[in-house]
């Protein structure tokens, strides 16, 4: 078998890592949505990244839109936008399944070089055997997994975190803050209210009587009649 492989080897070599990389990478999911379904369950002291970025990202949505209407399409929008390195989530799931038929197409161009060098039942017997238990272990392997039916299961456990207890808490949050905002108002406006009769008091005290003003510009304007006519 070793030989029969070694007559092709650049293909042989690319369908075995092909063949473990679709395979790790399925296991790379299922472990990735694991670990996250597990975090949420205690999400309100996670130490997960990404879990910690969901929920920042739903605070400061909540607060530029005064709350979130369809709180399943923002984690739908969210697990979407998770990234493997540079990589989303999705593509790679898509990736893992393309290079398994990445696999299969090398061992089914090397049967066909064999075969056009007039090798035997038995050469090509082996790229068989791979591609068959290949495409076994990788379907075992997604069906163990269950990449998915976890993700349904994270979807839920956010979707009822966020629309249960963190939207709660925002609205309280909001509800106290604009309490204080309208208690800080009614001080403000009480002080205004004592200050002004104090200023309008002193201003109508400082200010002269008009009937005093009045009274004392007759009595010079008949002073001065009364020297006049004296004088005549």
Do not use: W
């Not at 990478?25 to 299922?30: D, E």
């Not at 984690?75 to 038929?101: A, E, R, W």
């Amino acid at each position: 078998m070793l030989a029969t492989f070694q007559k092709e080897l650049l293909l042989s070599s690319l369908m075995f890592v092909f063949l473990v990389c679709s395979i790790l990478g399925k296991i790379m999911l299922g472990v990735l949505y694991q670990n996250m379904i597990k975090e949420t369950e205690n999400m309100r002291a996670t130490k997960n990244k990404r879990l910690k970025q969901c929920k920042l990202k739903f605070v400061n949505c909540y607060r530029l839109n005064h709350g979130v209407a369809n709180v399943p399409v923002f984690v739908d929008k969210y697990l979407n936008q998770m990234k493997i390195g540079p990589v989303s989530v999705n593509t790679f799931y898509h990736l893992c399944g393309q290079t398994m038929l990445l696999s299969v197409l090398c061992a089914g161009i090397a049967v066909c070089r064999s075969i056009t060098k007039s090798a035997g039942l038995f050469a090509v017997l082996p790229y068989y055997i791979v591609s068959f238990l290949g495409l076994y272990l990788h379907f075992a392997v997604s069906a163990v997994m269950d990449i998915r039916g976890r993700r349904r299961v994270l979807k839920i456990n956010l979707v009822d975190f966020l629309e249960n207890h963190m939207s709660m808490q925002l609205a309280e949050a909001e509800l106290t803050e604009e309490a204080e905002e309208a208690q800080d108002i009614r001080t403000i406006q009480k002080t205004e209210g004592r200050v002004k009769p104090k200023t309008t008091a002193v201003a109508r005290e400082e200010e002269p009587e008009p009937q005093e003003a009045f009274s004392s510009m007759n009595e010079k304007e008949l002073e001065e009649l009364l020297k006049e006519f004296l004088t005549l």
